[in-house]
């Protein structure tokens, strides 16, 4: 085993590796992969700039729309055009990088048919939905290549964007970063009587950095600290651009990074509208200028393009590296759509103790509470249909994005650091950036499943290579 089969992605000999590999072999490869990083230093676009002329933009890829009711999801290494009509090596969900965007009603019963066509093991994970263990694709639950798995789950909870991806111990990261995820959307009554834009006008964007060989293929060379690559992707396309209408769009945003934070802005100072995150809508619509939000958190966002003529652009831009992420180009044709004002969602706030419950402490970059992730050991218990007060700490090598399976919570607090919550923070979430000298508290409920073949759940951080290296706990509700 050598860093350049690890690279390499379409012939997955480098399968071998992570079913033998151990922690010290994670490092040692993410040491000597290291060395072939180099930090590209952009300057920022100041608002109102253009974009380098030089720059060849593509269009931006729109994953197919499909129907979790019934489907079958094969895992298999593929070969996508990411732009510039070169095809590069990826690991798909049915030939889709990124993989079909699910979309279900609440009510609706999930049957999807996985078939693990890579040849090592690997799980799906339906990051934000409220499943049953067996669906959840833990690590525990490995599909052995070749073999099938079928997921079947209830939805039964409110609209909004969740994602699915690969979930295996210590091999979370390379699947992800090589292309394996997809979004996964809930409509429900509330959010349709609302009548958001919908159709063209509603776009998921799945935005991540990328590292590409000499050939163009995708690679994974994290280091331990995080995976942080030097190209911006957006909906596995390089360089994308968009045509819009004189109309208000509906972006689904979710980072689909292994470790990087973006800071989004658009490059002419024009607003997002803010009116969901993780968990769905927010109480209200909100107008904001910069958005920050870390590996697995997403975002609801509405941006007006009626005042926008034919030719002109527009560049949604990542502050934190200056990267144009992607350029809205104008069509001129008009589409309509408003700005909702005044309710868009009814949310029951938790109401529960006013002074921890339990205390995690992010340390390091592979242990919670001082210990790492043992699939065999249950760290906790969680009594069910009781709200808790969880409290997360860090000594240090953040950003730690917390994340928490089988259930949403609600942020109370964040102090020192940053030292308060966001817009984007409120309502329900599964994902919470922690970010160095912060505290942050929740309150979370766990009232969907319970016991040991049902309520067994995971809090980790979704930084991949701290996931893959051991800050993860199993809990079960009970
Ligand atoms: Cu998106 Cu446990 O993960
Ligand atoms: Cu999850
Ligand atoms: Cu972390």
């Not at 720059?55 to 732009?83: C, F, K």
């Not at 509208?273 to 927010?282: A, M």
């Not at 990267?323 to 001129?332: A, C, I, Q, S």
Request: glycine residues 12%; charged residues 15%; neutral net charge.
């Amino acid at each position: 085993m050598n860093s350049k089969q690890i690279n390499q992605t379409g012939n997955i000999e480098s399968a071998q590796i992570s079913r033998n590999l151990t922690r010290r072999d994670f490092l040692r490869l993410g040491l000597v992969a290291a060395g072939a990083i180099v930090v590209s230093k952009v300057a920022p676009v100041l608002a109102g700039g253009k974009p380098p002329p030089t720059t060849t933009r593509y269009p931006l890829r729109i994953p197919p729309g499909a129907s979790p009711l019934n489907y079958s999801l094969t895992a298999a290494p593929g070969s996508v055009d990411v732009g510039g009509g070169k095809n590069s090596s990826v690991l798909a969900y049915n030939g889709h990088f990124p993989g079909p965007t699910f979309r279900a009603n609440k009510g609706d019963s999930a049957s999807i048919q996985f078939t693990n066509g890579l040849s090592e093991a690997t799980t799906v994970h339906w990051h934000g939905m409220i499943v049953p263990t067996a669906a959840d694709g833990q690590p525990q639950d490995l599909v052995a290549p070749g073999a099938n798995y079928p997921y079947e789950f209830q939805i039964n909870q409110r609209a909004a964007l969740n994602w699915y991806h690969p979930h295996p111990h210590m091999a979370t990261g390379k699947h992800v970063v090589l292309g394996l995820a997809g979004a996964f959307i809930i409509n429900d009554a509330e959010e349709a009587a609302l009548g958001l834009p919908s159709g063209a006008y509603e776009i998921p964007l799945i935005v991540r950095d990328a590292n590409f060989d000499s050939a163009g293929n995708l690679v994974y060379n994290p280091t331990s600290s995080g995976y942080l690559a030097k190209n911006p992707m957006v909906n596995g396309t390089r360089d994308p651009y968009l045509n819009v209408d004189s109309a208000v769009y509906r972006f689904r945003v979710l980072n689909g990074a292994s470790a990087r934070l973006f800071k989004l802005a658009l490059n002419n100072g024009a607003l997002f509208t803010l009116i969901g995150n993780d968990g769905g809508l927010l109480e209200t619509a909100t107008q904001v200028s910069q958005i920050e939000f870390s590996p697995g958190e997403r975002l609801d966002l509405l941006i007006d393009f009626r005042g926008l003529a034919s030719g002109a652009t527009i560049m949604l831009q990542d502050l934190n590296t200056g990267w144009n992420l992607l350029e809205f180009r104008g069509t001129g044709v008009a589409g309509g759509g408003s700005i909702p004002t005044g309710t868009l969602s009814t949310i029951a706030r938790l109401s529960g103790p006013a002074t921890p419950t339990r205390s995690f402490s992010f340390d390091g970059m592979t242990r919670i509470n001082g210990q790492e992730y043992d699939m065999d050991r249950i760290d906790f218990q969680v009594p069910f249909g009781q709200t808790e007060r969880w409290r997360f700490t860090t000594k240090g090598n953040a950003p730690h994005p917390i994340h928490i399976h089988g259930a949403s919570f609600q942020v109370q607090s964040r102090t020192g650091g940053r030292g308060k919550v966001f817009e984007w923070e409120r309502g329900w979430k599964d994902t919470v950036l922690l970010n160095d000298r912060e505290t942050v508290e929740i309150l979370i409920r766990f009232d969907a499943y319970r016991g040991t073949t049902q309520g067994r759940y995971l809090i980790h951080c979704h930084k991949l290579e701290h996931e893959d290296q051991g800050m993860m706990a199993n809990f079960v509700v009970v």
